[in-house]
């Protein structure tokens, strides 16, 4: 395949393994870099090439896609030693699909652009469920010629694809959907704790109420996970009061209170100081059971 048809991506956790998975089945020569081989093992004996660095991953790539684990990391990937901005090809196109900070896409966008290369923040949600079902929600922002070139490849994973604005935007996007997530979470726990206190059947209450106003992804996908015991991770605890962070700093700086979102990082940080970081999101429910 010519370097128009390769992908680089780096980052195969939870989402990113699925999500580079459609690429190679789309037909998409894909390059791998993540700091865990081990999490890409089923990528490269798909047809992957594994890369030990991101300059390598990139080299001759036309697109590079990174969904790593926090800030810190995508400045790494970047910036850092051996990172993608000084080793992309001019005229290539550089994705990020981690959610991270609006001014933090911004700084990508500006370094990109000064290089000759595209860039664009997409963040995605719809959990692990959506990364193997190629069924994510993906957030996008950036220069509509460079989304437009790069919604191939965003159909291969997603199907509600929307461009939102200018750099950023798609990190602001992506803080929207986690503020009514986090409070959503809560009152899924809750009502599943009232069921159980109530004496009635949770998997009964749980068949009428989500067919009903009260349906979500967090009680239609993760309520059932809560009820049969399954705490593994679709989206890690940790990562989950990332972007909590992320979102109270971003209200903070336009005067903007959230006391929704406060309690439900409080009650996130205090279930992940008793040894839930890893846990997925649906964990919270244990607060009720400790």
């Known amino acids: 395949m010519n370097n128009r048809e390769t992908v680089a991506f780096v980052g195969t956790?939870?989402?990113?393994?699925?999500?580079?998975?459609h690429l190679l089945r789309a037909g998409y020569h894909v390059n791998v870099y993540t700091r865990t081989k081990e999490k890409a093992e089923n990528l490269i004996s798909s047809g992957a090439k594994w890369c030990s660095t991101p300059a390598e991953a990139v080299a001759d790539a036309k697109y590079t896609i990174t969904i790593v684990g926090y800030p810190k990391d995508v400045e790494?990937?970047?910036?850092?030693?051996?990172g993608i901005l000084e080793n992309?090809?001019?005229?290539?196109?550089?994705?990020?699909?981690?959610?991270?900070?609006?001014?933090?896409?911004?700084?990508?966008?500006?370094?990109?652009k000064e290089k000759g290369i595209y860039s664009l923040d997409a963040p995605v949600s719809g959990g692990d469920?959506?990364?193997?079902?190629?069924?994510?929600?993906?957030?996008?922002?950036?220069?509509?010629?460079?989304?437009?070139?790069?919604?191939?490849?965003?159909?291969?994973?997603g199907k509600n694809i929307v461009l939102q604005g200018e750099a950023g935007s798609g990190q602001h996007t992506k803080m929207c959907n986690q503020i009514a997530i986090a409070t959503n979470m809560i009152g899924?726990?809750?009502?599943?704790?009232?069921?159980?206190?109530?004496?009635?059947?949770?998997?009964?209450?749980?068949e009428t109420i989500t067919t009903?106003?009260?349906?979500?992804?967090s009680l239609s996908k993760l309520a059932p996970r809560i009820l049969a015991g399954d705490f593994e991770p679709g989206f890690y605890v940790k990562h989950f009061i990332k972007d909590m962070g992320i979102a109270l700093a971003e209200a903070e700086a336009m005067g903007l209170k959230l006391p929704g979102l406060s309690l439900a990082i409080d009650m996130y940080e205090?279930?992940?100081?008793?040894?839930?970081?890893?846990?997925?999101?649906?964990?919270l429910y244990k607060l009720w059971e400790m």
Not at 91 to 112: E, N, R, W
């Open 13 to 21: 956790g939870v989402m990113g393994n699925s999500m580079a998975g």
């Open 76 to 82: 790494e990937v970047y910036f850092g030693k051996d």
């Open 88 to 112: 992309a090809k001019q005229g290539s196109f550089v994705i990020d699909m981690t959610t991270s900070t609006p001014s933090l896409a911004k700084k990508i966008y500006a370094a990109a």
């Open 129 to 157: 469920v959506g990364a193997k079902e190629a069924r994510l929600t993906i957030m996008v922002g950036g220069d509509k010629d460079a989304y437009k070139t790069c919604l191939p490849l965003f159909e291969r994973m």
């Open 188 to 206: 899924v726990c809750e009502s599943l704790a009232y069921a159980k206190s109530s004496g009635l059947d949770p998997v009964k209450v749980l």
């Open 212 to 217: 009903g106003a009260a349906n979500s992804f």
């Open 270 to 283: 205090e279930l992940a100081n008793k040894g839930e970081e890893n846990s997925g999101t649906q964990a």
